[in-house]
């Protein structure tokens, strides 16, 4: 909903902070309002606003009463009906209906464990003026962004790297770990960016700052533990998912503009869809963006039609030529991502947004989804990895020796009787990024981010490779699909995404389920899942329930174009020689793209190396577009 910025210094701020370049760096997340406090000599905090609730009074930076404390607030607080009324009871008395005052209020009565009433997405500052101290916080899983950086002996921090660019003779010198992690995993684990002097509060932490102190020292307030998995029965278990999620759904339907959904018409926005109308009798407008011609029809949008007849919606196609519009509009939308994105869809997620704008402020979503319950093709293999290890592991060392010497190696491996997960995990990661760069200087960075990912690893629980995949897509993987992408071109379009399966409790939940209810067999095949699609069943029947997987935009099959048009072929000469000219190495994604090519030439439908590829176009994309 906004945009936040700040600074903190040991000596007076004065003049020379370029409020105006400030507000104008934070502008596109908000257009609604602006504004600036500077009510104490070493503290600023700026702010713009995409008006969601209580558009007359919602204004900020806001104060409580008396003053002592000032906040500037980006996102939303689902909960904050029932935390007002839990609030009154202890005292509070509130001046607006706005979420952001809930904050406030929360803060002075509870300091940091205000955290943990909090259920939304949001990144937001408290200056306390008595105690001269500065209080920074981030959701728990990282839906609003917060970067930091300590420049000339004050703490500066924003919703958009490109706000510290405005500091006289600040760096932005390109990390050579940001970028080896970003061409690894497309994506920036914990504190990494892709600027070496710019930093990321991590997801669901916090950190107090007082001017003077030297550095930032984030704590973790939440985590999912994966460590034991419910024992309750398939019943059971949907009927708590079903709990959860009506919730979740009804609480990010709480807005005082109008609120429609983007739709595919699969198991995620479908479901959404379903519940808004069957338990709160709210028909959202759903819309599907995709290409979509008589010659080359889509299943999904066919499919998107249907579901929506059945569930009885209104429902809105938006074509798409990806041919024609994906390069003409490609510049324009990437000159609002402050770090590479993994994602080429932020172009047809913009117009998506940019066409609904016109009828909504705030669009629900089915993102995060496929990450909690292992919904992406090849998942169900993992789970397959963990369950021939568990039973591998049942075998008594003593029996092995009677097995042909190949058959007793082959076991033996996929045993992994001492299998240490976080130690595979660091060789595995160092291995590869390996690749990226031979800075070595990088590379030990490189590694103490990867230990400290261990070590959240082992708080959480996590010793299976189908709880890794969930964790590691959550907190890294698929941080551009489900946070920064929505964000970023939502903003732009100035509406606000919400992930009704992001909600915490859904991820907790996800967290302990039996992998047997993520994947499990239907109609005599392995089939990802499970759980959701079985009552999504309840909702649609068996036909659009368990249907192949067709995500949103899935005929939009930009990445086959590369090698086929000149024009996406001049495109990725392009990026290569912004890798190129940026100084790092461009010969990995070259062997990607040409192994990608000879694939595809082949006939042959799977292209391992196509991520890998698209990693290396968006990264040199954003290289060139920087040095413009």
Request: hydrophobic share 40%; with cysteine; aromatic share 14%.
């Amino acid at each position: 909903m906004c945009g936040i910025a700040g600074i903190v210094s040991e000596r007076a701020i004065g003049d020379h902070v370029p409020d105006k370049g400030i507000l104008e760096s934070i502008r596109y997340r908000g257009r609604d309002g602006d504004g600036v406090w500077a009510g104490c000599s070493n503290a600023r905090l700026y702010h713009t606003r995409l008006s969601i609730i209580d558009l007359a009074h919602g204004a900020q930076p806001m104060s409580d009463v008396m003053g002592r404390y000032v906040i500037t607030f980006n996102g939303e607080i689902y909960n904050f009906v029932e935390l007002k009324k839990s609030y009154q009871e202890k005292g509070a008395e509130f001046q607006t209906d706005s979420d952001t005052e809930i904050i406030i209020h929360g803060y002075r009565l509870k300091g940091p464990k205000v955290l943990d009433d909090l259920n939304g997405m949001f990144a937001f500052a408290i200056w306390d003026n008595v105690e001269k101290t500065l209080f920074i916080a981030r959701d728990r899983v990282g839906k609003k962004p917060l970067f930091w950086t300590l420049h000339n002996g004050a703490f500066i921090f924003s919703s958009t790297v490109n706000t510290f660019a405005l500091l006289p003779n600040w760096e932005p010198s390109i990390s050579q770990a940001g970028m080896a992690f970003y061409s690894f995993l497309g994506g920036f684990p914990e504190t990494e960016t892709i600027f070496k002097n710019a930093h990321a509060l991590p997801a669901a932490s916090f950190a107090l700052f007082k001017p003077g102190d030297i550095d930032l020292t984030p704590i973790r307030y939440w985590r999912a533990s994966y460590a034991e998995k419910s024992g309750r029965r398939k019943t059971d278990l949907i009927d708590e998912y079903e709990e959860i999620l009506s919730n979740a759904i009804k609480i990010r339907m709480r807005a005082d503009v109008p609120v429609a959904l983007s739709f595919s018409g699969g198991t995620d926005s479908g479901t959404i869809a379903a519940l808004a109308k069957k338990k709160f009798n709210v028909g959202l407008k759903c819309y599907t963006i995709d290409y979509h011609t008589p010659e080359e029809p889509s299943e999904e949008v066919v499919i998107a039609e249907r579901v929506a007849n059945v569930i009885g919606l209104e429902w809105e196609f938006i074509p798409f030529d990806y041919r024609r519009q994906m390069l003409e509009e490609f510049h324009q939308t990437y000159r609002y991502f402050d770090q590479p994105c993994q994602q080429f869809a932020l172009v047809y997620s913009k117009r998506l947004y940019d066409v609904m704008k016109d009828r909504c402020t705030v669009v629900l979503t089915g993102n995060g989804a496929d990450e909690l319950f292992l919904g992406y093709g090849g998942d169900e293999r993992i789970v397959s990895f963990d369950r021939t290890r568990f039973w591998l592991n049942q075998i008594p060392e003593s029996l092995f020796k009677y097995l042909p010497e190949k058959q007793r190696v082959s076991w033996n491996n996929q045993r992994l009787a001492n299998f240490e997960f976080c130690d595979w995990v660091q060789a595995d990661w160092k291995a590869y990024l390996r690749q990226y760069t031979r800075d070595e200087s990088a590379l030990e960075e490189c590694e103490d981010t990867i230990q400290q990912y261990c070590a959240e690893l082992q708080e959480c629980g996590v010793e299976t490779m189908a709880d890794f995949v969930m964790h590691r897509g959550l907190a890294v993987s698929a941080g551009d699909t489900n946070y920064r992408l929505p964000d970023i071109t939502g903003y732009a379009a100035q509406v606000e995404v919400r992930s009704p399966f992001l909600d915490y409790r859904l991820i907790e939940f996800a967290a302990r389920l039996p992998h047997k209810f993520k994947v499990g067999r239907h109609a005599g095949k392995p089939t990802p899942k499970i759980l959701p699609r079985t009552y999504y069943e309840r909702h649609v029947g068996t036909e659009f329930a368990w249907a192949t997987k067709k995500p949103m935009g899935a005929n939009l099959n930009w990445q086959l174009e590369f090698p086929r048009s000149s024009k996406f072929q001049s495109a990725f000469d392009r990026s290569m020689k912004g890798i190129q000219e940026a100084g790092f190495a461009s010969e990995r994604f070259l062997e990607a793209y040409e192994e990608f090519a000879s694939a595809l030439e082949r006939g042959e439908t799977a292209f391992p190396t196509a991520g890998l590829m698209m990693n290396g176009f968006m990264l040199g994309a954003w290289l060139a577009k920087r040095s413009l």
